[in-house]
């Protein structure tokens, strides 16, 4: 069974700053791609950025410029960090992980931009 746990979350005023983590149970390698999506209120979730262990990682258009998806291959977690956030990046923060057709997700981490 595939686990991930997402942590990082939390309240963020207007152009601040946030980390998330997520932490994959197994190794990143064993994985087409890790990466990022996010699911606002009455949206559909959204791509947010994926990343390839052996290759580009790929942003979500509402992110780029803002955001950087890395890995620690080692401690076989996944960060996002994002800036300059607005209230449109008010969302449910999932980590999700894809192997062979299967997409993988966590629990999902709140994040909510507000003053």
């Known amino acids: 069974q595939v686990q991930l746990v997402e942590s990082g979350g939390g309240l963020v005023q207007p152009g601040g700053s946030l980390r998330l983590s997520c932490a994959i149970a197994?190794?990143?390698?064993?994985?087409?791609?890790v990466g990022w999506y996010r699911q606002a209120p009455g949206k559909q979730r959204e791509l947010v950025g994926t990343?390839?262990?052996?290759?580009?990682?790929n942003y979500g258009d509402g992110v780029k410029g803002r955001c950087t998806i890395s890995t620690d291959v080692a401690m076989n977690t996944v960060y996002l960090q994002m800036n300059s956030l607005t209230p449109e990046d008010t969302a449910i923060y999932y980590c999700?992980?894809?192997?062979?057709?299967?997409?993988?997700w966590g629990q999902g981490t709140q994040v909510t931009v507000s003053s």
């Open positions: 197994g190794s990143i390698w064993e994985y087409n791609a």
């Open positions: 990343v390839f262990p052996t290759g580009p990682t």
């Open positions: 999700g992980a894809f192997r062979d057709g299967s997409t993988y």
